[in-house]
């Protein structure tokens, strides 16, 4: 057999356990899991991740200049665009087959024995991500890896992430979102999300609400760790467009780093790219000593957030967004009004249903002049033509789809007919990962073809 048909195989045994959308508060399960494997997730240094919006790019914007520091790095991300193995990712590569397979013939033995104390505690199995989630912390260990930065899978405290121990703790903004299993306001949210904060662990934040930023800074005191926010300790201190991305300077919480190169587009990356840094100082130690320049810049520079504002297609342009939620709908309407310079917006937008529709719609469509509703390839996916109906409500000019490839192409032809037209993508990261690989497939870069 194959290194891809075994890695295949181990992904086909996760998605016959319960899916990622099945979460119990709890972490012991993991934690007893990882126990029979000697606790790989502690033989590392760890960046846990948490936040409603830009946890994955400012993830892997601290693992690219963590990386540049000649460290060697994990990354653990979710969900994936195309294939499971962008979840896990060492040295800025996708793990390879083999590592997966091995990984797994190391847990293998284990998940029966814990799987059978859980059905004699009346509990349900260990589910795919709590696996994954071990999967990788095993994986980061085999490497093995100086450092892992770990995106929170949902919320924080009961997360099978926060059975690893971080160093730093990080905050992207927090909204509302996943209310139902958060809670119903953003301090209650918070108050799930501050549960990665380790006794003596270094905090860093975004801006957050008010209300937000009393339980972090609550949480902080009583786990006797220090806390940084954006706009008090550090900050964006400008940014401008450049091509390809932009240009951008940071009050860090060590010194100002000028003139830095950041290869994504919208504010809200720069942002997310000084949240990173000031991870990455408190990693490292350098509040009181500034990061090298050089690295530092070297670091930004190969940074990337695929399926965040990332080009597919070129005559017309098209461009493919992951937002799936009012805030980071807002965010991508925000960027495409300041990074590009088009008249019209042609909208292909699919949604799952467990979203915020509705808000994701109020954000997006006024800024489209024609949306192509459609639908991920998901159970979970709302109707298209529930879609239509809340765009056309808003004056939109509406068209409905079966799928992203049928709505890209009604897209794509409706852009060509001028040069001042364009394409956006978004409403779901399922969705983003299936523009991708129909772009790849059809070659959308090489230009509309009739």
Same mark, same amino acid.
């Given at each position: 057999m194959s290194d891809r048909s075994r890695a295949d195989a181990v992904y086909e045994t996760l998605l016959a356990r319960a899916g990622e959308r099945w979460v119990e508060p709890r972490k012991e399960?993991?934690?007893?899991?990882?126990?029979?494997?000697?606790?790989?997730?502690?033989?590392?240094?760890? #960046?846990?991740?948490? =936040?409603?919006?830009?946890?994955?790019?400012?993830?892997?914007?601290?693992?690219?200049? #963590?990386?540049?520091?000649?460290?060697?790095?994990?990354?653990?991300?979710s969900p994936h665009l195309e294939r499971f193995t962008e979840r896990v990712? #060492? @040295?800025?590569?996708?793990?390879? $087959?083999?590592?997966?397979?091995?990984?797994?013939?190391?847990?293998a033995p284990f998940v029966e024995i814990v799987d059978a104390e859980l059905a004699e505690?009346?509990?349900?199995?260990?589910?795919?991500?709590?696996?994954?989630?071990?999967l990788a912390f095993v994986a980061?260990?085999?490497a093995p890896v100086d450092v892992a930065i770990i995106e929170v899978g949902m919320g924080g405290s009961w997360d099978a992430?926060?059975?690893?121990?971080? $160093?730093?703790?990080?905050?992207?903004?927090? @909204?509302?979102?996943?209310? $139902?299993?958060?809670?119903?306001?953003?301090?209650?949210?918070?108050?799930?999300?501050?549960?990665?904060?380790?006794?003596?662990?270094?905090?860093?934040s975004a801006r957050q609400d008010a209300a937000a930023e009393g339980v972090l800074r609550a949480a902080a005191t009583a786990r006797g760790a220090s806390i940084a926010f954006e706009g008090q300790d550090f900050a964006l201190a400008e940014d401008h467009l450049a091509v390809g991305g932009q240009f951008m300077a940071v009050r860090g919480l060590a010194g100002t780093y000028?003139?830095?190169?950041?290869?994504?587009?919208?504010?809200?990356?720069?942002?997310? /790219?000084?949240?990173?840094?000031?991870?990455?100082?408190?990693?490292? =130690?350098?509040?009181?000593?500034?990061?090298? /320049?050089? #690295?530092?810049?070297?670091?930004?520079?190969?940074?990337?957030?695929p399926g965040r504002l990332q080009l597919l297609g070129v005559a017309p342009t098209v461009i493919v967004d992951g937002a799936h939620n009012p805030h980071g709908a807002r965010a991508l309407a925000a960027a495409l009004r300041d990074a590009f310079d088009f008249d019209e917006w042609g909208l292909v937008l699919g949604a799952l249903a467990d979203k915020d529709v509705a808000g994701v719609v109020a954000e997006l469509a006024p800024l489209a002049a024609h949306v192509f509703a459609t639908?991920?390839?998901?159970?979970?996916?709302? @109707?298209? @033509?529930?879609?239509? $109906?809340?765009?056309?409500?808003?004056?939109r000019q509406v068209s409905v789809h079966p799928d992203v490839a049928d709505a890209?192409?009604? /897209?794509?032809?409706?852009?060509a007919a001028s040069d001042r037209r364009a394409v956006i993508i978004a409403g779901s990261v399922v969705l983003a990962g299936e523009a991708m690989t129909v772009a790849s497939e059809e070659d959308w870069k090489s230009g509309w073809q009739a």
């Open positions: 399960r993991t934690a007893r899991l990882l126990e029979f494997l000697d606790d790989p997730q502690r033989t590392y240094r760890v #960046v846990h991740v948490t =936040g409603t919006n830009g946890k994955t790019s400012t993830s892997r914007i601290i693992e690219s200049i #963590v990386r540049a520091h000649g460290l060697r790095t994990g990354l653990f991300t990712v #060492v @040295d800025g590569e996708p793990i390879p $087959d083999a590592a997966v397979a091995d990984a797994w013939d190391e847990i505690a009346g509990e349900e199995p260990l589910t795919f991500f709590e696996l994954l989630t071990a980061f260990s085999d992430t926060n059975t690893a121990d971080g $160093d730093v703790a990080v905050f992207a903004p927090i @909204d509302l979102d996943h209310a $139902d299993r958060l809670g119903g306001t953003i301090a209650e949210i918070a108050e799930v999300k501050s549960g990665i904060i380790k006794d003596g662990a270094a905090v860093v000028s003139d830095l190169y950041l290869p994504m587009y919208g504010e809200h990356q720069a942002h997310n /790219a000084a949240l990173a840094i000031a991870a990455v100082e408190s990693l490292l =130690g350098a509040a009181t000593k500034p990061l090298a /320049a050089d #690295v530092l810049t070297e670091g930004l520079a190969e940074a990337t957030s639908a991920p390839q998901s159970d979970r996916a709302t @109707d298209p @033509d529930a879609i239509a $109906d809340l765009a056309e409500g808003l004056g890209a192409n009604a /897209a794509r032809e409706w852009a």
